[in-house]
Nanobody, 120 residues
Framework: QVQLVESGGGLVQPGGSLRLSCAAS????????MAWYRQAPGKQREFVAV???????NYAESVKGRFTISRDNAENTMYLQMNSLKPEDTAVYYC??????????????WGQGTRVTVSS
């Protein structure tokens, strides 16, 4: 079994910064792509950013230039540095990871989410 645990959410003023973390633990052979999604109140979950095991990245247009995704493969941990935050960034942020288990199969996991509120 694999667990993804997010941390780093909170309340921040517009223009501020936060850094989210997602740590993967459990029976892991290799962590492939890792991604962040978010779900604002009353809206569907949406893609934010993704990073491959080789550190290739892709971002949603709404966060390009403001958010930076990174990872530490040795620690199976992913980060999301969020700068110049806007009220529309308010959401629950979810970690997503594709994990290769010891049986050779890939499984997709989700974290429980961490809430980010951008408000003055």
């Amino acid at each position: 079994q694999v667990q993804l645990v997010e941390s780093g959410g909170g309340l921040v003023q517009p223009g501020g910064s936060l850094r989210l973390s997602c740590a993967a633990s459990g029976t892991i052979s290799r962590v492939s792509a890792m991604a962040w999604y978010r779900q604002a109140p009353g809206k569907q979950r949406e893609f934010v950013a993704v990073i491959s095991s080789g550190d290739s990245t892709n971002y949603a247009e709404s966060v390009k230039g403001r958010f930076t995704i990174s990872r530490d493969n040795a620690e199976n941990t992913m980060y999301l540095q969020m700068n110049s935050l806007k009220p529309e960034d308010t959401a629950v942020y979810y970690c997503n990871a594709v994990v290769r288990s010891n049986n050779g199969y890939d499984y997709t996991y989700w974290g429980q989410g961490t809430r980010v509120t951008v408000s003055s």
